[in-house]
């Protein structure tokens, strides 16, 4: 009995086990199902979430890519004035009709051989452009396709972000075209220089002849060209660009595309250029500047573009006629046989440009390109400086030969009085005045304040940067003496108001000029009156507007540069004359200049209120909207009615 109880017992606690072993299961099972479905739900949701992040990718790639290819003719790029008026229509300057099965494959390798020998083998991507997502390194990709896929974005980017799209859009190009393909999207959109684009256009404007009949030399110059459309450019620079080409020419027998033998029968010293000059309504200098600042901002385009500028054309084609007579019966004469003359609203727009006596393409713009030393006229950002620290100009400060940094500096009249006003030194354009202010303020300091009020060339670190030893552009003149006239802000120098497409003109423009509020005041209204009575010290009242002005002149380089620059409440002008061979001469800036000036500025203001400086600045700064160009609006509104 015992025994039945005893096994009955047991028997109750096995089964006891096993409905605990099914509930364990039971339950195990049951938390294994949750755990499946939470790990597919999350399976679910990064899979929603990458596809999405896919999806949203790509649309954004898409959306910013311009893949339309126009076969019937080349976009055309007009230029209008500030007004909206048509000024110039310019056609030719975008290839659209690149055809490898015209164009001699010995030509082709040319390109490969310049910009990516190995690219008939690789996939379109290196490692170097995979690199390019993490370090934010500017350029264009290292390979042909990298390049292409750069040139079908709309709008120009160099964050990681845009790399990785690049890298996307390379990759997509290898998997849906052929590499003939590839290279004609190369040869056609690669930017040339001077707001060229692409081989075609080159060829017919650089050689004057169709790219299938250029020679391998010429081919090597488009290359280089391609590969720095600056420091490679054949019109400035024609022997370093035909070096270049000489290189590339190497590299087409170092990997086989011809017969090693042959590449020293191919090498010229110079390029055989037959530039073709077009006759333009607007001044060459302008054009060029408009060409290539489109290119920096549209890139390559098939869509025709309208480029709304800050020209008025009446007083562009005044200051034409006036800087023609002029130079050729005041200043050729004395010696200067080139001329510069820049004339701005105060805050920076561009109302006419002048970059030399006569135009050719071979020419660089003498405005914005070359530098000219500037003595006197660059001075005055040492007694800006100074002003915003004590703005009484008749401020005494030390007139002493004392060292600085190594220089001790001369008057030009030898003459030393230690102790002179702020004033009577900028009458007497004494050496040692700016000398002693930047050893007091720092010169590092001073240095960065010229920069910060508009100078763009390059600058010396030492004692050169405020006697005005250093060259410096017309453009950089003309910015930091429209300081006071612009409320104290650095005017923001530009050509080009506004750049959209023809076919989309109620769209969003392109490119907008837009004045910054945050811009910082960098001349104090204290320092802005201090600076007037600087700048009516060294004004001749011989000169003569029918309007308050201030103006001066002065020679540098050794007489080999002469300037005049002044302002009204309307307009600053700085002209310059010299020579490109920086030859001595005989043209006073005070006197032939001055006169060039006064020409242009008494008919430049024609139909203009007269206003005083100073209220003209703080009126213009309550009503511009930092959009519009409100350059004549009163005027305009008048004829209106």
Do not use: C
Not at 318 to 323: C, E, G, Q, S, T
Not at 380 to 406: C, F, H, K
Not at 454 to 466: A, M, N, Q, W
């Amino acid at each position: 009995m015992a025994e039945e109880d005893d096994e009955q017992q047991s028997g109750g606690q096995s089964a006891a086990k096993m409905a605990m072993k099914q509930i364990a299961e039971r339950e195990l099972r049951t938390i294994r199902r949750r755990i499946r479905r939470r790990r597919m739900l999350l399976i679910g949701f990064f899979l929603s979430v990458t596809i999405f992040a896919v999806l949203g990718i790509g649309y954004s790639i898409q959306s910013n890519l311009d893949l339309s290819r126009n076969m019937i003719r080349s976009p055309e790029i007009r230029i209008l004035g500030y007004d909206g008026a048509l000024l110039e229509t310019i056609k030719g300057h975008y290839s659209q009709d690149v055809s490898l099965t015209t164009l001699p494959e010995r030509v082709q390798n040319v390109f490969v051989a310049a910009a990516d020998p190995g690219f008939y083998d690789h996939f379109g991507v290196s490692g170097s452009d995979f690199a390019r997502i993490f370090s934010g390194r500017e350029g264009a990709g290292s390979t042909i396709t990298m390049k292409v896929a750069r040139s079908f974005f709309k709008t120009k980017a160099n964050s990681a972000g845009r790399h990785f799209q690049e890298v996307l859009v390379a990759l997509w190009l290898e998997w849906s075209f052929s590499k003939k393909t590839i290279l004609r999207s190369y040869l056609e959109r690669s930017y040339v220089g001077r707001g060229i684009f692409g081989i075609t256009a080159a060829s017919r404007i650089w050689y004057g002849s169709p790219s299938e009949r250029m020679s391998l030399h010429q081919a090597a110059v488009l290359a280089a060209a391609i590969s720095d459309p600056e420091k490679f450019n054949p019109l400035f620079y024609p022997r370093e660009t035909a070096a270049e080409a000489n290189e590339i020419l190497a590299k087409l027998g170092q990997y086989k595309f011809i017969e090693a033998d042959r590449v020293s029968a191919l090498t010229l010293v110079m390029p055989k250029l037959d530039v073709q000059i077009e006759e333009n309504v607007l001044s060459g200098y302008v054009v060029d500047m408009v060409l290539e600042e489109v290119a920096d901002l549209v890139g390559y385009s098939s869509r025709d573009i309208d480029v709304v500028t800050s020209i008025d054309l009446k007083v562009q084609n005044l200051a034409r006629d006036i800087v023609a007579e002029v130079s050729e019966l005041r200043l050729k004469p004395r010696g200067a046989d080139q001329v510069g003359l820049l004339s701005i609203s105060p805050e920076g727009r561009i109302r006419a440009m002048i970059g030399g006596a006569n135009y050719t393409p071979f020419q660089r713009n003498r405005v914005t390109e070359v530098r000219h030393p500037a003595g006197r006229m660059i001075k005055i950002a040492t007694y800006y400086y100074a002003l915003n620290e004590n703005s009484d100009p008749a401020q005494w400060v030390r007139d002493n030969r004392m060292a600085v940094g190594g220089w001790r500096p001369i008057n030009p009249d030898h003459e030393y009085q230690g102790q002179i006003s702020l004033r009577e030194a900028f009458v007497r354009d004494v050496n040692t005045v700016p000398t002693n202010l930047a050893d007091h303020y720092g010169l590092l300091n001073v240095r960065e304040y010229a920069r910060n009020i508009g100078i763009k060339s390059p600058l010396s670190t030492d004692i050169r940067t405020v006697v005005g030893l250093d060259p410096v552009t017309v453009s950089d003149i003309a910015a930091i003496h429209a300081l006071p006239q612009n409320s104290g802000k650095p005017p923001m120098i530009t050509l080009i108001n506004s750049v959209s497409y023809t076919d989309d003109p109620k769209s969003i423009p392109i490119y907008q000029r837009v004045e910054n509020p945050e811009t910082e005041k960098r001349l104090t209204d204290e320092a802005i009156q201090g600076s007037y009575v600087l700048y009516a010290s060294v004004t001749d009242p011989q000169v003569r507007l029918d309007r308050p002005f201030a103006g001066y002149g002065t020679v540098a380089g050794g007489r080999t540069d002469a300037w005049y620059v002044g302002f009204s409440s309307d307009l600053i002008t700085a002209v310059w004359a010299g020579n490109d061979a920086r030859e001595r001469m005989d043209v006073r800036g005070e006197v032939e200049l001055a006169s060039l000036w006064r020409l242009f500025m008494l008919d430049a203001h024609d139909g203009l209120p007269i206003r005083s400086m100073i209220r003209a600045s703080s009126q213009r700064r309550r009503d511009g909207d930092g959009v519009t160009d409100l350059w004549k609006q009163d005027l305009n509104a008048k004829n209106d009615n």
